[in-house]
């Protein structure tokens, strides 16, 4: 069955950076499109990233330029490179995938951003 575990969350200062980690199992990694989540307190989940069949990539608007997405097929892993942190990115960040119609979620990672 489609696992997901995210990993690497923790408490950062602004302008710093962290990487997220989310270990897939279940699936056809090599070939999955798999996208990062995030929700803040009192706030709507909203996607922040999405890494295709192929590797093309694409961001929210409110990432570009700071979040990279990537993955590693031998370690079933993808990732979220955040880079320049700022106060508005504290949230708990979700890997996602979609397959037979359904939505795989994992368990999340909180961020919080603090000087």
């Known amino acids: 069955q489609v696992r997901l575990v995210e990993s690497g969350g923790g408490m950062v200062q602004p302008g710093r950076s962290l990487r997220l980690s989310c270990v897939a199992s279940g699936l056809l990694f090599s070939v999955a499109t798999m996208r990062w989540y995030r929700q803040g307190s009192g706030k709507e989940r909203e996607w922040v990233a999405v890494i295709g069949s192929h590797d093309t990539t694409d961001y929210a608007a409110s990432v570009k330029g700071r979040f990279t997405i990537s993955r590693d097929v031998a370690q079933n892993t993808v990732y979220l490179q955040m880079d320049n942190l700022q106060p508005d990115d504290p949230a708990v960040y979700y890997c996602?995938?979609?397959?037979?119609?359904?939505?795989?979620w994992g368990p999340g990672t909180q961020i919080t951003v603090s000087s």
């Open positions: 996602h995938h979609r397959i037979g119609g359904r939505d795989y």
